[in-house]
Nanobody, 114 residues
Framework: QVQLVESGGGLVQAGGSLRLSCAAS????????MGWFRQAPGKDREFVAW????TAYADSVKGRFTISRDNANMVYLQMHNLKPEDTAVYYC???????????WGKGTLVTVSS
């Protein structure tokens, strides 16, 4: 099972930017679809962005967040114009295209102050 490690979280003021990174333990470019999810305190984990056969974003982040991948093992989430409601633990997800197996990272905390 691929191992995923997120980084780049931190404390930022509203309106600021952060770039999250997710490093996979193996090459994922052609064998995994990748995405980002988040979980705010007291809430369920929710979808944020996806990069597979298509790119998709949650309505709440469209126009502010951008998902990208390199041709090896990295996936990124560039976040602009951050809002306090973006505060959450952000998780990287990898779904293997051959059998749909899902892998999760341990998450990175993003805190947006008002």
């Amino acid at each position: 099972q691929v191992q995923l490690v997120e980084s780049g979280g931190g404390l930022v003021q509203a309106g600021g930017s952060l770039r999250l990174s997710c490093a996979a333990s193996e090459r994922t470019f052609s064998t995994y679809h990748m995405g980002w999810f988040r979980q705010a305190p007291g809430k369920d984990r929710e979808f944020v962005a996806w990069s597979g056969t298509y790119t998709a974003y949650a309505d709440s982040v469209k126009g502010r967040f951008t998902i990208s991948r390199d041709n090896a093992n990295m996936v990124y989430l560039q976040m602009h114009n951050l809002k306090p409601e973006d505060t959450a633990v952000y998780y990287c997800n990898a779904r293997r295209t051959s059998d749909g197996m899902n892998s999760w990272g341990k998450g990175t905390l993003v805190t947006v102050s008002s």
